[in-house]
């Protein structure tokens, strides 16, 4: 390869570079090759050969001599003068010359000169702005620059620099190393289109094959990481930055120069060469083609190093291959030496007979099995003895992945970007196996990182070109680099390897694969690859195409990766039939002949169980006594727990507020769940202890007969056959119960997602697919599908069923998240113990055992064809077993530690010692991860007859962790167990039961055992908090997926428990760092929490050797200065003292170790895999494949970064991973959705053993609460006030009356009390037959005036009312929701109509939907709208209702209770809202298919009155129009039936009272259908002939039972009523009031004769809504629209008065003051029942002191008789004409009783007072008179007081 004697020119030099170069690379983040090669071999070569190349050779030679690796030439730069700047980026004039400030500056350059950037060491970022002279620069082929150098200063205009020296300290280069301007001085410096200064073309310093060079890296590193700094640079497709994690939105910004822009200039001169040169055969860098070019040379070079070689000098000479056509940068690719695009596969097939024969006996011979990586071309076919040679596609896969671009780039031109070359994967793949270390093997993923990083390098320029509006770039320089060609990929590839030896070896010379690989078998027979990892074959095929495979032939290597191509289940079966056939015996004969020392049967006949006994203390079965440390806490929910659960319960609401309506949460009255969990015997008892101990059982009521465990067991099923009934149950009990809400919780989730059509006949896989995805849960409106998970990446890809937005991640202490909980535990988890490994403070919790390594590699070398795991597991039960023996075979086996591990022995030294030193026996439990079933029972087996052949059998149990077998404890340490529980009975399990035996690993607490855990992978076992050690060195090494590698370390995650009063004398706080636990793992179902001081934990004590230490030396012996030690159990005794429990606190280990999580071992490939950080600052296991159901989408994706949080981790798998064929989801993008997302389903994902289990049953909890919360609802629950009324002893109906008697009810005396609770605070009303009580009322309003109303939570009935956010199935048609009526189905009509009292015609607006046009009469012609229809009275329909329901509302579209459906059961009713103006598009929205009343625009600020006015005018006017087009049918006018319903929008539900036909009695109350109780109270005979018919309002207290009741008594009705609208014609509503318009009207309907009866067996249930309403007007000025406070006597004013106006309506102010302010205004009456106020035909509320006495001045009118009774004021308010003054002389006053008189205006006011003659009896002041605080323009009103003469 090359002339040889060349090689020992500069050989040590050569050497250094060569060697730090390539491990400098090879050991950065980015690996990719560096141009030492061609910096070394390759630039004299292609320089042309002349009489300056010897000139420009020795100052080049002299540059790489300071550039190189050997220490730089010293260099003490002159001092700057005193008092210039020395600031970076300065000159020393202090003028800027940083090209981002200069770039728009206008500057002028001498003729002959040229701007040049300059870099800068000290501020790398910039490029600062010279003026060079040309002479002193290279052309465009990097010649003719003269020596020397002549530049001004640009930034204070200094000229005459003659030297580069002077130059560098005026512009503050501050230079370590000698100045050099052909290190400094780096680019030209252009103007763009724009003017703009910016950066050009890298300045050529070193020939042709130089620019080439730089070219190239400038075109990777991009314009802003150009450092050109020659050997430092990365050799093709190189640059320093780490390209990967730029996003392309950032490629845009960082090119400078635009496609198609004019030609750049620098300054005022444009060089001639620069814009039209020649270069034939030299084309663009091809894409992944590095800057080597194979320029002509004439001669040879003057320096011909080793490796040169002849067949690169000349182009011509390359056999020319076809390329397909391509075009780069717009332009055709005119290289035929090397291919643009790399074609796998595509050589012709192998001719008959082309095969290559598999030598015999080759695993026996070489002792390994070579594995063959796939490449380019075909690989030949294998024949012979193929069971010693694995064939991987692997590598091909790789190299095809390569090739498949982002799609994104693609869309930017018309031709796609170029993938690497053929020639560049080989060359990469040879420089990533160079940098392997001996021990480890290869990963594809490392390598596609490679190409990725590389094919980004090189292309970044295309790509940026691609994203710019213009088809065409130009090129920045004349010419480009060549491509790297086939001819010079052999030698390149063989000059790489030369650092490492032979542990990779090129073979370039055989014609064919099938020769190269026969040669590569004779090698391997003949020994002589001993010592070679890697053979790489390298060949041209016929086609001239390049072939290309890699034959793994380290042992190392192919074992590791012989066992990485096997599955699990196959790994299994491997292992069951090795150690079945025998073919371990040979391994077992091995230990055996290792002398003495080996054979540990003939160990165990020296060591007798006397001997053994030595320095342990015997067991005893005496009583002893108890440790008061004991405590067990894992069941106790936490403050995190919860919060987790209502964020279930917040996305759960969320689903049913969502507008898909797929969750209808209002139409549940109950939960029901199942919990599945893997076939694990341990995790299914484990998940049923923390369900009976949640409490969840009898939150839901379902453990009403005093649940057992084992009653408990039938809401967790295992995931095996026996989960199909118990699920098909559930699908069944579903479909009957359609108001139970069933959740499916899916515990440990990602442990099954096999499809159930790919399970191959195994009943074990898919049945989670099967069962869970099935049509009849997907479909089922009422279940809900919980997965729980600690590594959620197997339902995180592009097909997954579960929406993002429905996932809950565990809140994360990285983003100090925790501590919004108030939580006092701190979690311990794989983070953290990877922290532990570079915190530097004692021995890391995370560590491998290297004398096990060792041990283990030498065997595995020997024995090639037995698995790993089961030389791993020998060796391991050899140290156990010697272990053993060494600490309990006495002193005559002392001699055997030097055959064991440090860590081993340490940790059986730990377990047989911790118990002797508590009094209890209290130990350590010691995890032993074998996942083989069959070696772990070999294990076991093992260690249980060395233990009882030692007499240890009493000392520790050993425990076989066995997922599909029950726990098994022996009798001696069950009855040890038990003694523990009983200390901690009251407060832990209750468990009364003398059998009791664990079921679960939690149960074993402070047992001394080892537990061998077995099973493929971790199934959600939760392990105690007394694990001390977790041994995980025999898991697999090359499981390289990161689900696989997390659940192993998951096992040791930790709980530990803080205090918050730590002392202020304890130790230093601890190292354990937080970190996101939502970074590296994401969730089990595990729950458990252990109980530990964090403030006092302490990596250092965390170690084994710290067990080894006396407690003196490490445990304080003063309790006050003990921080670590928790406080006296509350458990102990009144007596126990501190002084006694602290030495129990400090003999017992087990308490003390509370606080320390466990420690872990890990074969060393694990840790190695786990501890490497990749270039996001992460381990480099969280890059791999998240588990081994799923593949990545491109090799070009990014890494996930450090600061991701695990939704931003959860978008990156969703994005970059997809299922495969077998996984469950593969199959869910073909069912034809857009999103593929199940819309009730939800995933939890959280750290392993954080506790998930107690949360999501926590919201098991809350969901049954909150949905019996919203089946409930507050009802004012209040007793009637003013009810001691004298009882009138005579009935006027019986107590069975269904109906009232018109008679009876017209001699029934009116009752002019209210007893309603909402009117406690307004005038009593004046009645004979009422005497109040004095402390009645006044007691209560004083206690209770900042109290709410009372309510009680009372469950929705079936025939309740709703509001807009119930919407079950059977409301959808009813609310307007379904397609057949759509939101824009109603139509707008206007309705007119005139009354005598506005003055004016009435215009209404009713939107009327299609779907009720039929309630409506039209006109024949127009379609005008012209009548309400109404029923005749004769009219019966037990599925109608005749009455219209009019509900007037404001402010409450959502809350308003207006769906009235269920309270209908269905029957067709009228049901009409009245809104205002304002509101009428919100109304609409929200209530589509109801008819809409609109009051006209001049009630927008009206209150409860007006609306109620409007109702019952519009309500007789269209009764008029119905009798008339009814007469036109020949009805009679009274045949049209009268009654319409005034509703309030919060009657929610109604009741009626039974009353028992023998006795009378009433019975209890029951909930029945608003239609019901209209059809029975319609149905009353001569119901006609009634003004007002209504009921009671429901109180607890108000239907008692046992009592006999008038059934019917005439009175105040409020809130439902049905009114008359032609008895009440004369009778109407004012439509000025506010408040207490129902009391006003009742009285004035009374007064007119109307009958009013109430129906004292019906009730109505009102809901409290706190939002809209009547009642919310807000008084505030007109200055302003922020609510101010406002005193009541502010609301009125002196009329012409300076006063602040409010914004307010005038009557409801006139009514708030009357209100507050009426005992100052009728002093008499405060207080003063039997001196009532009079007030003439109106009821207005003077306040809760003042008593009302209510007179109506029409004839004829009913009153009560005022004879004798001195009234103590007189309230006149809008005087009509029956008001005369021989009607007030008819009434007696007091002496200085208060007259008010209320008018609309002050003419009025003076009118009335001289028309009724007030000024005879009355006095008046002129300071009397007053108005509401209105403007002028708001028509105030004006009232005027006076004294009674």
């Given at each position: 390869?090359?002339?040889?004697?060349?090689?020992?020119?500069?050989?040590?030099?050569?050497?250094?570079?060569?060697?730090?170069?390539?491990?400098?690379?090879?050991?950065?983040?980015?690996?990719?090759?560096?141009?030492?090669?061609?910096?070394?071999?390759?630039?004299?070569?292609?320089?042309?050969?002349?009489?300056?190349?010897?000139?420009?050779?020795?100052?080049?030679?002299?540059?790489?001599?300071?550039?190189?690796?050997?220490?730089?030439?010293?260099?003490?730069?002159?001092?700057?003068?005193?008092?210039?700047?020395?600031?970076?980026?300065?000159?020393?004039?202090?003028?800027?010359?940083?090209?981002?400030?200069?770039?728009?500056?206008?500057?002028?350059?001498?003729?002959?000169?040229?701007?040049?950037?300059?870099?800068?060491?000290?501020?790398?970022?910039?490029?600062?702005?010279?003026?060079?002279?040309?002479?002193?620069?290279?052309?465009?082929?990097?010649?003719?620059?003269?020596?020397?150098?002549?530049?001004?200063?640009?930034?204070?205009?200094?000229?005459?620099?003659?030297?580069?020296?002077?130059?560098?300290?005026?512009?503050?280069?501050?230079?370590?190393?000698?100045?050099?301007?052909?290190?400094?001085?780096?680019?030209?410096?252009?103007?763009?289109?724009?003017?703009?200064?910016?950066?050009?073309?890298?300045?050529?310093?070193?020939?042709?094959?130089?620019?080439?060079?730089?070219?190239?890296?400038?075109?990777?590193?991009?314009?802003?990481?150009?450092?050109?700094?020659?050997?430092?640079?990365?050799?093709?497709?190189?640059?320093?930055?780490?390209?990967?994690?730029?996003?392309?939105?950032?490629?845009?910004?960082?090119?400078?120069?635009?496609?198609?822009?004019?030609?750049?200039?620098?300054?005022?001169?444009?060089?001639?060469?620069?814009?039209?040169?020649?270069?034939?055969?030299?084309?663009?860098?091809?894409?992944?083609?590095?800057?080597?070019?194979?320029?002509?040379?004439?001669?040879?070079?003057?320096?011909?190093?080793?490796?040169?070689?002849?067949?690169?000098?000349?182009?011509?000479?390359?056999?020319?291959?076809?390329?397909?056509?391509?075009?780069?940068?717009?332009?055709?690719?005119?290289?035929?030496?090397?291919?643009?695009?790399?074609?796998?596969?595509?050589?012709?097939?192998?001719?008959?007979?082309?095969?290559?024969?598999?030598?015999?006996?080759?695993?026996?011979?070489?002792?390994?099995?070579?594995?063959?990586?796939?490449?380019?071309?075909?690989?030949?076919?294998?024949?012979?003895?193929?069971?010693?040679?694995?064939?991987?596609?692997?590598?091909?896969?790789?190299?095809?992945?390569?090739?498949?671009?982002?799609?994104?780039?693609?869309?930017?031109?018309?031709?796609?970007?170029?993938?690497?070359?053929?020639?560049?994967?080989?060359?990469?793949?040879?420089?990533?196996?160079?940098?392997?270390?001996?021990?480890?093997?290869?990963?594809?993923?490392?390598?596609?990182?490679?190409?990725?990083?590389?094919?980004?390098?090189?292309?970044?320029?295309?790509?940026?070109?691609?994203?710019?509006?213009?088809?065409?770039?130009?090129?920045?320089?004349?010419?480009?680099?060549?491509?790297?060609?086939?001819?010079?990929?052999?030698?390149?590839?063989?000059?790489?390897?030369?650092?490492?030896?032979?542990?990779?070896?090129?073979?370039?010379?055989?014609?064919?694969?099938?020769?190269?690989?026969?040669?590569?078998?004779?090698?391997?027979?003949?020994?002589?690859?001993?010592?070679?990892?890697?053979?790489?074959?390298?060949?041209?095929?016929?086609?001239?195409?390049?072939?290309?495979?890699?034959?793994?032939?380290?042992?190392?290597?192919?074992?590791?990766?012989?066992?990485?191509?096997?599955?699990?289940?196959?790994?299994?079966?491997?292992?069951?039939?090795?150690?079945?056939?025998?073919?371990?015996?040979?391994?077992?004969?091995?230990?055996?002949?290792?002398?003495?020392?080996?054979?540990?049967?003939?160990?165990?006949?020296?060591?007798?169980?006397?001997?053994?006994?030595?320095?342990?203390?015997?067991?005893?079965?005496?009583?002893?006594?108890?440790?008061?440390?004991?405590?067990?806490?894992?069941?106790?929910?936490?403050?995190?727990?919860?919060?987790?659960?209502?964020?279930?319960?917040?996305?759960?609401?969320?689903?049913?507020?969502?507008?898909?309506?797929?969750?209808?949460?209002?139409?549940?009255?109950?939960?029901?769940?199942?919990?599945?969990?893997?076939?694990?015997?341990?995790?299914?008892?484990?998940?049923?202890?923390?369900?009976?101990?949640?409490?969840?059982?009898?939150?839901?009521?379902?453990?009403?007969?005093?649940?057992?465990?084992?009653?408990?067991?039938?809401?967790?099923?295992?995931?095996?056959?026996?989960?199909?009934?118990?699920?098909?149950?559930?699908?069944?009990?579903?479909?009957?119960?359609?108001?139970?809400?069933?959740?499916?919780?899916?515990?440990?989730?990602?442990?099954?997602?096999?499809?159930?059509?790919?399970?191959?006949?195994?009943?074990?896989?898919?049945?989670?697919?099967?069962?869970?995805?099935?049509?009849?849960?997907?479909?089922?409106?009422?279940?809900?599908?919980?997965?729980?998970?600690?590594?959620?990446?197997?339902?995180?890809?592009?097909?997954?069923?579960?929406?993002?937005?429905?996932?809950?991640?565990?809140?994360?202490?990285?983003?100090?998240?925790?501590?919004?909980?108030?939580?006092?535990?701190?979690?311990?988890?794989?983070?953290?113990?990877?922290?532990?490994?570079?915190?530097?403070?004692?021995?890391?919790?995370?560590?491998?055992?290297?004398?096990?390594?060792?041990?283990?590699?030498?065997?595995?070398?020997?024995?090639?064809?037995?698995?790993?795991?089961?030389?791993?597991?020998?060796?391991?039960?050899?140290?156990?077993?010697?272990?053993?023996?060494?600490?309990?075979?006495?002193?005559?086996?002392?001699?055997?530690?030097?055959?064991?591990?440090?860590?081993?022995?340490?940790?059986?030294?730990?377990?047989?010692?911790?118990?002797?030193?508590?009094?209890?026996?209290?130990?350590?439990?010691?995890?032993?991860?074998?996942?083989?079933?069959?070696?772990?029972?070999?294990?076991?087996?093992?260690?249980?007859?060395?233990?009882?052949?030692?007499?240890?059998?009493?000392?520790?149990?050993?425990?076989?962790?066995?997922?599909?077998?029950?726990?098994?404890?022996?009798?001696?340490?069950?009855?040890?167990?038990?003694?523990?529980?009983?200390?901690?009975?009251?407060?832990?399990?209750?468990?009364?039961?003398?059998?009791?035996?664990?079921?679960?690993?939690?149960?074993?607490?402070?047992?001394?055992?080892?537990?061998?855990?077995?099973?493929?992978?971790?199934?959600?076992?939760?392990?105690?908090?007394?694990?001390?050690?977790?041994?995980?060195?025999?898991?697999?090494?090359?499981?390289?997926?990161?689900?696989?590698?997390?659940?192993?370390?998951?096992?040791?995650?930790?709980?530990?428990?803080?205090?918050?009063?730590a002392p202020h004398g304890s130790h230093m706080p601890s190292d354990l760092s937080e970190s996101d636990p939502e970074k590296l793992s994401s969730t089990d179902n595990e729950e458990e929490e252990v109980v530990v001081d964090v403030n006092s934990a302490s990596l250092g004590n965390a170690s084994p050797t710290a067990t080894q230490?006396?407690?003196?030396?490490?445990?304080?012996?003063?309790?006050?200065?003990?921080?670590?030690?928790?406080?006296?159990?509350?458990?102990?005794?009144?007596?126990?003292?501190?002084?006694?429990?602290?030495?129990?606190?400090?003999?017992?280990?087990?308490?003390?170790?509370?606080?320390?999580?466990?420690?872990?071992?890990?074969?060393?490939?694990?840790?190695?895999?786990?501890?490497?950080?990749?270039?996001?600052?992460?381990?480099?296991?969280?890059?791999?494949?998240?588990?081994?159901?799923?593949?990545?989408?491109?090799?070009?994706?990014?890494?996930?970064?450090?600061?991701?949080?695990?939704?931003?981790?959860?978008?990156?798998?969703?994005?970059?991973?997809?299922?495969?064929?077998?996984?469950?989801?593969?199959?869910?993008?073909?069912?034809?959705?857009?999103?593929?997302?199940?819309?009730?389903?939800?995933?939890?994902?959280?750290?392993?053993?954080?506790?998930?289990?107690?949360?999501?049953?926590?919201?098991?909890?809350?969901?049954?609460?909150?949905?019996?919360?919203?089946?409930?609802?507050?009802?004012?629950?209040?007793?009637?006030?003013?009810?001691?009324?004298?009882?009138?002893?005579?009935?006027?109906?019986?107590?069975?009356?269904?109906?009232?008697?018109?008679?009876?009810?017209?001699?029934?005396?009116?009752?002019?009390?209210?007893?309603?609770?909402?009117?406690?605070?307004?005038?009593?009303?004046?009645?004979?037959?009422?005497?109040?009580?004095?402390?009645?009322?006044?007691?209560?309003?004083?206690?209770?005036?900042?109290?709410?109303?009372?309510?009680?939570?009372?469950?929705?009935?079936?025939?309740?009312?709703?509001?807009?956010?119930?919407?079950?199935?059977?409301?959808?048609?009813?609310?307007?929701?379904?397609?057949?009526?759509?939101?824009?189905?109603?139509?707008?009509?206007?309705?007119?109509?005139?009354?005598?009292?506005?003055?004016?015609?009435?215009?209404?607006?009713?939107?009327?939907?299609?779907?009720?046009?039929?309630?409506?009469?039209?006109?024949?012609?127009?379609?005008?709208?012209?009548?309400?229809?109404?029923?005749?009275?004769?009219?019966?329909?037990?599925?109608?209702?005749?009455?219209?329901?009019?509900?007037?509302?404001?402010?409450?579209?959502?809350?308003?209770?207006?769906?009235?459906?269920?309270?209908?059961?269905?029957?067709?009713?009228?049901?009409?809202?009245?809104?205002?103006?304002?509101?009428?598009?919100?109304?609409?929205?929200?209530?589509?298919?109801?008819?809409?009343?609109?009051?006209?625009?001049?009630?927008?600020?009206?209150?409860?009155?007006?609306?109620?006015?409007?109702?019952?005018?519009?309500?007789?006017?269209?009764?008029?129009?119905?009798?008339?087009?009814?007469?036109?049918?020949?009805?009679?006018?009274?045949?049209?039936?009268?009654?319409?319903?005034?509703?309030?929008?919060?009657?929610?539900?109604?009741?009626?009272?039974?009353?028992?036909?023998?006795?009378?009695?009433?019975?209890?109350?029951?909930?029945?259908?608003?239609?019901?109780?209209?059809?029975?109270?319609?149905?009353?005979?001569?119901?006609?002939?009634?003004?007002?018919?209504?009921?009671?309002?429901?109180?607890?207290?108000?239907?008692?039972?046992?009592?006999?009741?008038?059934?019917?008594?005439?009175?105040?009705?409020?809130?439902?009523?049905?009114?008359?609208?032609?008895?009440?014609?004369?009778?109407?509503?004012?439509?000025?009031?506010?408040?207490?318009?129902?009391?006003?009207?009742?009285?004035?309907?009374?007064?007119?004769?109307?009958?009013?009866?109430?129906?004292?067996?019906?009730?109505?249930?009102?809901?409290?809504?706190?939002?809209?309403?009547?009642?919310?007007?807000?008084?505030?000025?007109?200055?302003?629209?922020?609510?101010?406070?406002?005193?009541?006597?502010?609301?009125?004013?002196?009329?012409?008065?300076?006063?602040?106006?409010?914004?307010?309506?005038?009557?409801?102010?006139?009514?708030?003051?009357?209100?507050?302010?009426?005992?100052?205004?009728?002093?008499?009456?405060?207080?003063?029942?039997?001196?009532?106020?009079?007030?003439?035909?109106?009821?207005?509320?003077?306040?809760?002191?003042?008593?009302?006495?209510?007179?109506?001045?029409?004839?004829?009118?009913?009153?009560?008789?005022?004879?004798?009774?001195?009234?103590?004021?007189?309230?006149?308010?809008?005087?009509?004409?029956?008001?005369?003054?021989?009607?007030?002389?008819?009434?007696?006053?007091?002496?200085?009783?208060?007259?008010?008189?209320?008018?609309?205006?002050?003419?009025?006011?003076?009118?009335?007072?001289?028309?009724?003659?007030?000024?005879?009896?009355?006095?008046?002041?002129?300071?009397?008179?007053?108005?509401?605080?209105?403007?002028?323009?708001?028509?105030?009103?004006?009232?005027?007081?006076?004294?009674?003469?």
């Amino acid at each position: 390869m090359g002339n040889s004697h060349t090689g020992h020119l500069q050989s040590t030099r050569f050497e250094e570079m060569l060697h730090n170069s390539i491990e400098a690379s090879l050991r950065s983040n980015t690996v990719v090759p560096r141009p030492v090669f061609s910096r070394l071999y390759l630039e004299a070569e292609q320089r042309p050969y002349s009489n300056d190349a010897g000139r420009l050779d020795e100052e080049d030679d002299e540059e790489d001599g300071s550039d190189s690796n050997s220490p730089p030439i010293p260099y003490q730069m002159k001092p700057p003068p005193e008092g210039s700047c020395t600031t970076d980026g300065f000159c020393q004039a202090g003028k800027d010359l940083r090209l981002s400030s200069m770039a728009t500056e206008s500057l002028e350059v001498p003729p002959g000169f040229l701007f040049v950037g300059a870099k800068s060491p000290s501020v790398p970022d910039h490029i600062l702005v010279c003026a060079v002279d040309l002479r002193f620069l290279p052309d465009e082929c990097g010649r003719n620059a003269l020596l020397g150098f002549s530049g001004n200063c640009i930034g204070c205009g200094e000229k005459g620099f003659r030297y580069f020296t002077e130059f560098a300290n005026h512009i503050n280069l501050k230079l370590t190393t000698q100045p050099k301007k052909q290190k400094y001085l780096k680019y030209h410096l252009l103007r763009n289109a724009q003017g703009l200064l910016v950066k050009g073309p890298a300045i050529c310093w070193k020939g042709i094959d130089g620019r080439m060079r730089h070219s190239v890296s400038n075109i990777a590193a991009g314009p802003d990481e150009q450092s050109g700094n020659g050997p430092t640079d990365l050799l093709p497709n190189s640059s320093h930055t780490t390209l990967s994690t730029i996003n392309h939105t950032d490629l845009n910004t960082h090119l400078h120069i635009s496609e198609g822009s004019p030609p750049l200039t620098n300054g005022s001169h444009v060089p001639g060469p620069q814009q039209h040169v020649s270069q034939t055969g030299v084309v663009a860098n091809g894409p992944g083609r590095p800057a080597i070019g194979s320029m002509s040379n004439s001669g040879p070079p003057k320096k011909r190093h080793k490796g040169w070689s002849p067949e690169s000098s000349a182009p011509t000479d390359v056999t020319p291959r076809p390329v397909p056509n391509s075009t780069t940068n717009g332009t055709k690719s005119a290289d035929s030496g090397a291919s643009g695009c790399l074609s796998l596969g595509s050589s012709p097939p192998l001719a008959p007979g082309e095969h290559v024969t598999v030598p015999d006996h080759l695993l026996q011979t070489c002792g390994l099995r070579p594995v063959i990586f796939k490449g380019h071309g075909t690989l030949p076919q294998l024949s012979g003895n193929l069971g010693d040679v694995l064939v991987s596609g692997l590598l091909q896969k790789c190299y095809r992945s390569s090739q498949n671009l982002p799609r994104i780039y693609e869309q930017y031109g018309t031709a796609p970007i170029q993938p690497i070359s053929t020639e560049m994967q080989i060359l990469l793949t040879v420089y990533y196996l160079v940098q392997l270390a001996p021990d480890q093997a290869p990963q594809m993923e490392d390598l596609e990182q490679i190409f990725m990083r590389s094919w980004r390098e090189s292309h970044l320029t295309e790509i940026r070109q691609y994203q710019q509006t213009h088809p065409q770039f130009p090129p920045p320089l004349p010419c480009l680099a060549q491509p790297l060609t086939p001819s010079q990929l052999p030698w390149l590839a063989k000059l790489a390897t030369s650092s490492c030896g032979e542990g990779v070896l090129v073979l370039d010379t055989a014609p064919s694969l099938v020769e190269a690989l026969e040669d590569t078998f004779h090698r391997l027979v003949e020994g002589r690859l001993n010592r070679t990892h890697y053979v790489v074959i390298i060949c041209m095929n016929r086609s001239q195409e390049i072939e290309s495979c890699v034959v793994v032939t380290g042992k190392h290597q192919t074992r590791a990766l012989s066992e990485s191509l096997l599955s699990p289940n196959d790994c299994s079966r491997e292992i069951a039939h090795e150690l079945s056939s025998g073919s371990v015996a040979e391994l077992a004969f091995y230990f055996s002949s290792l002398g003495p020392d080996g054979d540990v049967e003939t160990l165990l006949e020296k060591a007798s169980p006397e001997s053994s006994a030595c320095g342990l203390e015997p067991s005893r079965d005496s009583p002893k006594p108890t440790c008061a440390e004991y405590c067990v806490e894992w069941h106790e929910i936490r403050p995190i727990q919860l919060a987790v659960a209502r964020k279930l319960l917040s996305h759960v609401c969320a689903i049913a507020d969502s507008s898909t309506q797929n969750l209808d949460l209002g139409s549940f009255d109950k939960v029901e769940f199942l919990i599945c969990v893997p076939p694990s015997e341990v995790t299914f008892h484990q998940v049923v202890l923390h369900l009976w101990n949640s409490g969840v059982l009898r939150e839901l009521g379902l453990d009403q007969d005093c649940l057992s465990l084992k009653d408990a067991e039938q809401y967790v099923v295992k995931l095996n056959q026996s989960a199909v009934g118990k699920i098909n149950s559930l699908i069944q009990k579903s479909k009957m119960y359609p108001y139970t809400l069933f959740i499916l919780v899916h515990d440990h989730a990602h442990s099954d997602i096999s499809s159930g059509q790919y399970s191959g006949g195994d009943s074990r896989l898919g049945l989670v697919d099967s069962l869970l995805n099935c049509r009849q849960i997907r479909d089922a409106p009422n279940i809900v599908t919980l997965h729980v998970t600690s590594f959620p990446f197997a339902f995180q890809t592009q097909y997954t069923r579960i929406s993002p937005y429905n996932e809950i991640h565990w809140p994360s202490a990285f983003n100090n998240d925790v501590d919004l909980y108030n939580e006092k535990t701190k979690y311990f988890g794989v983070s953290e113990l990877l922290e532990t490994t570079r915190s530097g403070s004692g021995l890391p919790l995370l560590r491998y055992d290297s004398s096990f390594e060792s041990m283990a590699a030498a065997l595995e070398e020997r024995f090639p064809k037995l698995q790993s795991a089961v030389i791993r597991t020998h060796v391991l039960i050899q140290h156990y077993s010697l272990a053993l023996m060494a600490t309990a075979g006495g002193q005559t086996l002392q001699a055997l530690q030097k055959h064991i591990s440090v860590e081993t022995l340490e940790m059986i030294q730990c377990l047989l010692t911790t118990t002797q030193r508590c009094t209890s026996r209290h130990g350590h439990m010691l995890l032993l991860r074998i996942p083989s079933p069959a070696l772990a029972a070999l294990a076991h087996q093992r260690l249980c007859h060395v233990r009882n052949r030692l007499g240890l059998h009493k000392q520790f149990e050993i425990i076989l962790g066995d997922p599909a077998a029950a726990l098994t404890v022996e009798k001696h340490f069950l009855d040890q167990l038990r003694r523990f529980i009983l200390v901690y009975l009251q407060a832990w399990l209750k468990i009364l039961d003398p059998d009791w035996a664990p079921r679960t690993y939690l149960e074993l607490e402070a047992l001394p055992c080892i537990l061998i855990l077995t099973g493929l992978d971790p199934l959600g076992e939760s392990l105690p908090r007394s694990l001390k050690y977790c041994d995980l060195r025999v898991i697999s090494c090359w499981s390289l997926q990161r689900t696989a590698l997390e659940q192993e370390l998951g096992l040791a995650a930790y709980l530990l428990k803080a205090k918050a009063d730590a002392p202020h004398g304890s130790h230093m706080p601890s190292d354990l760092s937080e970190s996101d636990p939502e970074k590296l793992s994401s969730t089990d179902n595990e729950e458990e929490e252990v109980v530990v001081d964090v403030n006092s934990a302490s990596l250092g004590n965390a170690s084994p050797t710290a067990t080894q230490r006396p407690p003196s030396d490490w445990t304080p012996l003063d309790p006050e200065k003990q921080p670590n030690q928790r406080r006296q159990s509350k458990s102990t005794s009144s007596g126990s003292s501190s002084s006694w429990a602290s030495p129990l606190r400090q003999c017992c280990s087990w308490a003390r170790n509370l606080s320390r999580p466990p420690v872990v071992l890990l074969p060393k490939a694990v840790y190695d895999l786990i501890t490497t950080v990749d270039s996001s600052g992460l381990p480099k296991s969280t890059s791999f494949l998240p588990l081994s159901s799923v593949e990545w989408v491109s090799s070009f994706r990014p890494l996930l970064s450090k600061m991701m949080t695990c939704t931003e981790q959860s978008l990156y798998y969703r994005q970059w991973t997809v299922p495969k064929p077998d996984h469950m989801d593969s199959s869910n993008r073909a069912e034809g959705r857009s999103d593929n997302f199940h819309p009730r389903r939800l995933l939890l994902s959280g750290p392993p053993q954080v506790g998930k289990t107690g949360a999501y049953l926590q919201f098991l909890g809350i969901l049954s609460r909150m949905l019996i919360r919203l089946m409930e609802v507050d009802i004012y629950d209040e007793e009637d006030i003013n009810c001691n009324c004298e009882t009138d002893l005579v009935r006027y109906h019986q107590p069975v009356a269904s109906w009232p008697n018109t008679e009876a009810v017209s001699r029934m005396p009116f009752d002019y009390i209210i007893h309603d609770p909402k009117y406690d605070d307004i005038s009593t009303i004046y009645s004979p037959d009422f005497s109040p009580n004095a402390d009645d009322g006044k007691s209560r309003r004083q206690d209770d005036v900042y109290l709410r109303r009372r309510t009680t939570r009372i469950k929705l009935s079936k025939y309740a009312a709703y509001n807009t956010y119930h919407h079950c199935e059977q409301c959808h048609q009813y609310m307007g929701f379904t397609k057949q009526y759509q939101l824009y189905e109603s139509t707008l009509h206007t309705f007119t109509f005139s009354h005598l009292l506005l003055g004016e015609e009435i215009q209404l607006y009713f939107i009327i939907p299609k779907s009720k046009e039929h309630h409506f009469s039209f006109s024949q012609s127009g379609g005008q709208l012209e009548s309400m229809r109404l029923p005749l009275t004769s009219d019966w329909n037990p599925d109608t209702i005749k009455s219209p329901i009019f509900t007037p509302t404001t402010g409450r579209h959502e809350h308003g209770l207006f769906n009235l459906y269920h309270a209908m059961e269905g029957a067709a009713h009228l049901h009409i809202l009245v809104i205002k103006e304002y509101e009428m598009a919100v109304y609409k929205k929200y209530w589509p298919n109801h008819i809409i009343l609109v009051l006209p625009t001049i009630f927008n600020g009206a209150g409860i009155g007006a609306a109620h006015f409007l109702i019952k005018e519009l309500s007789f006017h269209n009764l008029e129009l119905e009798r008339s087009r009814r007469g036109e049918h020949g009805s009679r006018p009274q045949d049209v039936w009268p009654f319409i319903i005034l509703a309030d929008d919060s009657c929610v539900m109604w009741n009626s009272v039974d009353v028992d036909p023998k006795s009378g009695t009433t019975g209890a109350e029951r909930n029945v259908s608003l239609k019901q109780v209209l059809q029975h109270m319609e149905s009353s005979p001569d119901i006609t002939r009634y003004g007002l018919c209504g009921m009671r309002k429901w109180s607890s207290c108000g239907g008692e039972a046992g009592h006999q009741k008038e059934p019917f008594s005439r009175g105040h009705l409020h809130d439902f009523l049905l009114l008359n609208v032609d008895l009440t014609q004369n009778v109407q509503y004012n439509q000025n009031r506010f408040a207490c318009d129902d009391v006003d009207f009742n009285l004035r309907a009374h007064s007119a004769g109307l009958l009013i009866c109430r129906f004292n067996n019906f009730s109505v249930m009102k809901k409290q809504i706190a939002i809209g309403g009547y009642g919310t007007f807000i008084i505030k000025t007109k200055m302003t629209d922020v609510p101010t406070t406002i005193q009541p006597s502010q609301y009125i004013c002196a009329p012409d008065s300076k006063h602040l106006f409010l914004a307010t309506p005038a009557q409801l102010l006139l009514e708030k003051y009357l209100q507050h302010t009426s005992h100052r205004l009728f002093p008499l009456s405060a207080r003063n029942y039997s001196h009532p106020v009079l007030s003439v035909d109106c009821y207005l509320n003077l306040g809760p002191e003042v008593t009302v006495c209510f007179v109506s001045s029409r004839p004829h009118s009913i009153n009560i008789s005022t004879t004798g009774l001195l009234f103590s004021g007189l309230l006149l308010y809008f005087c009509d004409s029956f008001v005369t003054p021989g009607f007030l002389k008819k009434f007696q006053f007091l002496k200085g009783a208060t007259l008010c008189v209320i008018c609309p205006n002050r003419s009025s006011l003076r009118q009335t007072v001289v028309r009724l003659e007030l000024e005879d009896k009355w006095r008046f002041r002129l300071s009397d008179e007053f108005q509401t605080a209105n403007a002028k323009e708001d028509q105030p009103l004006f009232f005027l007081t006076g004294k009674h003469i």
